[in-house]
């Protein structure tokens, strides 16, 4: 199995602030790699796929990085609604993976 | 405009097997590239993939629980049923099934069903 570790597992920031978010695969995983935002009491949903691509009506505030190994999500000016648990999860392997998730909380 | 929703009981006793069934519309499981998965989520814990089911009937399952899992997929009712055996406490969980698509050879689940909690407890 390729292993996904987050970190933070959990942070709070205030309303505008930069945050960022990093997921590191157990082997390299070229760009195959999804983010997910899951708010609470709902399901996740797909904000950034193929480690950069921004899905469709997702805020352009939402942007990804990284290939390889090490991964980021970033929220470049955190708002209220983005309070919920931020999953990365590989495509690589068929056995699909998810990371252990990053509760973002507001200050 | 697709959609996805889960099926099935919220309680199950120990040793029992459960099945849910994802019910969609808006694709085809019989479109190349196309497939559904299933995930879980114990409660307050992080997502864990269980398994792909896709158009060409190509089955891919999370190692872990390979023995216990089954998924077949009725096309002409666009249906999805999950079996998994012997349930235990540690299985209790929301169980989603999502619509998967590929872009460039990246597997990605997009949207979710909105999940059923399945409790297992005598």
């Known amino acids: 199995d390729i292993q996904m570790t987050q970190s933070p597992s959990s942070l709070s920031a205030s309303v505008g602030d930069r945050v960022t978010i990093t997921c590191r695969a157990s082997q390299s995983i070229s760009n195959y790699l999804n983010w997910y935002q899951q708010k609470p009491g709902k399901a996740p949903k797909l904000l950034i796929y193929?480690?950069?691509s921004l899905q469709s009506g997702v805020p352009s505030r939402f942007s990804g990085s990284g290939s390889g190994t090490d991964f980021t999500l970033t929220i470049s000016s955190l708002q209220p609604e983005d309070v919920a648990t931020y999953y990365c999860?590989?495509?690589?392997?068929?056995?699909?993976?998810f990371g252990g998730g990053t509760k973002v909380e507001i200050k | 405009q697709i959609t996805l929703k889960e099926s099935g009981p919220t309680l199950v006793k120990p040793r029992e097997t459960l099945t849910l069934t994802c019910t969609f519309s808006?694709?085809?499981?019989?479109?190349?590239?196309?497939?559904v998965g299933w995930i879980r989520q114990p409660p307050g814990k992080a997502l864990e993939w269980l398994v792909i089911i896709y158009w060409n009937d190509d089955k891919w399952y999370s190692p872990s629980l390979k023995s216990r899992l089954t998924v077949t997929k009725d096309t002409s009712k666009n249906q999805v049923v999950l079996t998994m055996t012997n349930m235990d406490p540690v299985d209790t969980a929301t169980y989603f099934c999502?619509?998967?698509?590929?872009?460039?050879?990246?597997?990605?689940?997009?949207?979710w069903g909105q999940g059923t909690l399945v409790t297992v407890s005598s």
């Open positions: 808006g694709f085809s499981l019989s479109s190349s590239g196309v497939g």
């Open positions: 193929a480690a950069s």
């Open positions: 999860q590989q495509s690589f392997s068929m056995f699909l993976t």
């Open positions: 999502a619509h998967l698509y590929r872009y460039q050879l990246i597997n990605l689940f997009d949207p």
